[in-house]
């Protein structure tokens, strides 16, 4: 392997891995999760900036659904899912590869999927105080209140799952001696054999068509397209929630 001075190494021995949009959209994603989580503990008036981290969660889990379709090469479900047979050899120390490992797609499959599940509900949930979710007036408040039960129990899935993430980032940095964050800071990682390639993929259309969905998706989301309740008759106030 060439190496620049200091024994880094030089720009032919990188592998471009995690493409930008990729990146803006994880650690995105991590601040919004951060902000959901703080503001469901602080309650009260911080329940606005809840539903607000809600719908753009809902945004971002649309534009990561398409990029893993169109997105580049290592970002595309198809590169990363494999099959039960790839996680065994991977435990079995037999895998080799660059992008996400056959354990750890697992582990974005069911983040993605923990996630989606706690914005379907917390969109139509209620705090039975002053705060209702975007989508609250679509649903009964029988069904809300249901739909409220499984997010918070929900939560606890998340955090469990974001728990096991961080200890993961521990377990490479600590015995195999691997730096994941540094890589989707930067997008690329050192070459380790000549089959490793850049990659491909993930345009401008391809990026134009991820933003306009998860774009939309933020918007159905919002609740901004459901009409106003018609106001109260002559003579009587509308109920103080």
């Given at each position: 392997m060439r190496t620049t001075v200091a024994g880094k190494p030089g720009?032919?021995?990188?592998?471009?891995?995690?493409?930008?949009?990729?990146?803006?959209?994880?650690?995105?994603l991590l601040v919004l999760v951060a902000v959901a989580f703080i503001t469901a503990l602080v309650g009260s008036k911080a329940m606005v900036w809840h539903g607000r981290a809600g719908v753009g969660i809902a945004g971002l889990l649309v534009f990561r659904l398409v990029w893993g379709i169109a997105g580049s090469t290592y970002a595309r479900f198809a590169h990363f899912v494999?099959?039960?047979?790839?996680?065994?050899?991977?435990?079995?120390?037999?895998?080799?590869?660059?992008?996400h490992n056959p354990l750890g797609a697992l582990s974005v499959l069911a983040m993605l999927a923990a996630l989606a599940v706690q914005v379907a509900t917390g969109l139509a949930a209620n705090d039975d105080i002053a705060f209702n979710g975007p989508l609250y007036p679509l649903v009964t408040h029988q069904l809300s209140n249901a739909l409220t039960e499984l997010h918070e129990g929900n939560a606890w899935i998340v955090g469990t799952l974001i728990v096991l993430h961080i200890a993961a980032i521990a377990f490479y940095a600590r015995i195999k001696k691997e730096n994941l964050v540094?890589?989707?800071?930067?997008?690329?990682?050192?070459?380790?054999?000549?089959?490793?390639?850049?990659?491909?993929?993930?345009?401008?259309?391809?990026?134009?068509?991820?933003?306009?969905?998860?774009?939309?998706?933020?918007?159905?989301?919002?609740?901004?397209?459901?009409?106003?309740?018609?106001?109260?008759?002559?003579?009587?106030?509308?109920?103080d929630f």
């Open positions: 720009a032919s021995d990188r592998v471009r891995v995690w493409d930008l949009p990729l990146r803006v959209f994880h650690w995105t494999r099959s039960p047979q790839a996680v065994r050899d991977y435990l079995a120390g037999r895998w080799e590869g660059i992008g540094l890589p989707m800071i930067r997008g690329w990682k050192v070459r380790r054999n000549v089959s490793e390639t850049s990659h491909r993929g993930g345009g401008i259309v391809a990026l134009i068509v991820a933003l306009t969905l998860a774009l939309a998706a933020a918007w159905g989301a919002s609740g901004k397209w459901i009409p106003a309740p018609p106001p109260p008759p002559p003579g009587q106030t509308a109920p």
